[in-house]
């Protein structure tokens, strides 16, 4: 039997903060809104940096501390929503950066649920026997995309990008791994292309920015994070009690407590990082677990859950022995 597991992780955010009282000084917003409503204090902003130079520098830090050789990646998957080209993609632009051989790389969108689901294929595609060590990463500039006049949205997001390098294992480390979606066919939470033509009149069309309705979010959200802990619990017939800790998506701390009251497991097991970096989409998942392990509230034999929904409305959740 083939297993998996996580070899090693890094993150990277750009270095220019942004503070709630900054934003207050451009649009109708305090600090005191944002955190009580959020838990959010702060973000990072890329200022002249581009997705894959987010991805590139958390990708080096995950292959040096999985202590793999470049030569020994096999398989690339990026999680975005901000690549910097339709194409080629942030996967095939690191491969040079990173030294990689001529292997299997491509991006995949499955919004903020995009890291679980780039774990889940590459879980997959390990166990199938083909691929041994999977890079993975989730990597955002969403403040590329927010529209800064717009309060509802533009408080909410950061940018960053996590990795993980995934590899074959002889135990059982990566149990199982939940992935679906429902049609946000209202588009409570999207946006458009940018730089496509517009078909009627064949030309080129505006960037569009983040168009969100936060309470259906926020319904969908406060739903479905529970439902998948309990699920991954019962599906490998786990109590609450055995889970070490919860690295949730980071997209609102009051979406994280109403988890944690929901499922019973208490605040002290469920990780926050939102007041450093707000939301940072597909980056937040693989951000929080990076330094989760690194601050070692996260030790190896550990088990631990990891839950993200995002655009789509898409989720994803996975029950993981470090
Ligand atoms: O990865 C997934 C991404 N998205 C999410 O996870 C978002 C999920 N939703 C949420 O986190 C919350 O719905 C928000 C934080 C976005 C909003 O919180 P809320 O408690 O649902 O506020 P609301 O939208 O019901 O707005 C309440 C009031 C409104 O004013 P009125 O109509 O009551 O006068 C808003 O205009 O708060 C106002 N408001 C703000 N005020 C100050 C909205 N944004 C702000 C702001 N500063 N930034």
């Not at 889940?120 to 403040?143: C, P, Q, R, V, Y």
Request: proline fraction near 2%; charged fraction near 25%; hydrophobic fraction near 40%.
């Amino acid at each position: 039997m083939i297993y998996t597991k996580i070899k090693g992780t890094g993150s990277y955010v750009p270095e220019k903060v942004m503070t709630n009282d900054d934003l207050a000084k451009f649009v109708d917003t305090s600090d005191e809104w944002i955190a009580s409503r959020t838990g959010i204090r702060e973000r990072h902003i890329s200022v002249d940096e581009l997705t894959v130079d987010l991805a590139e520098k958390a990708a080096k830090k995950a292959i040096e501390d999985a202590n793999v050789s470049p030569d020994d990646i096999d398989l690339v998957i990026v999680a975005t929503v901000t690549p910097d080209y339709a194409f080629p993609g942030v996967a095939q632009l690191l491969q040079k950066r990173l030294g990689l051989n001529e292997i299997m790389a491509f991006d995949i969108n499955a919004a903020c649920s995009g890291f679980l689901y780039a774990l889940n294929i590459a879980d997959k595609m390990i166990k199938s026997g083909a691929f041994k060590n999977a890079l993975i990463i989730g990597a955002e500039t969403l403040t590329r995309l927010t529209d800064w006049s717009d309060r509802n949205t533009c408080v909410l997001f950061g940018d960053a990008a996590g990795a993980v390098v995934l590899s074959v294992s002889d135990t059982n480390n990566i149990k199982d791994i939940i992935c679906g979606s429902i049609s946000d066919d209202q588009g409570y939470l999207i946006c458009k292309n940018g730089d496509l033509k517009v078909p009627e009149i064949n030309a080129i069309s505006e960037q569009d920015h983040i168009h969100m309705n936060g309470r259906e979010v926020f319904k969908f959200a406060t739903r479905i994070m529970p439902k998948m802990i309990n699920d991954l619990l019962d599906r490998n017939d786990y109590n609450k009690e055995d889970i070490n800790y919860v690295v949730a998506h980071q997209a609102n701390q009051r979406i994280i407590d109403k988890a944690s009251r929901d499922v019973g497991i208490g605040m002290e097991k469920m990780f926050l990082n939102i007041h450093k970096y707000g939301n940072t989409s597909a980056a937040s998942v693989p951000l929080a677990l990076d330094e989760a392990i690194k601050e070692g509230k996260l030790k190896p034999g550990d088990l631990f859950i990891t839950v993200a929904f995002g655009g789509g409305f898409s989720y994803g959740g996975a029950l993981i022995e470090l």
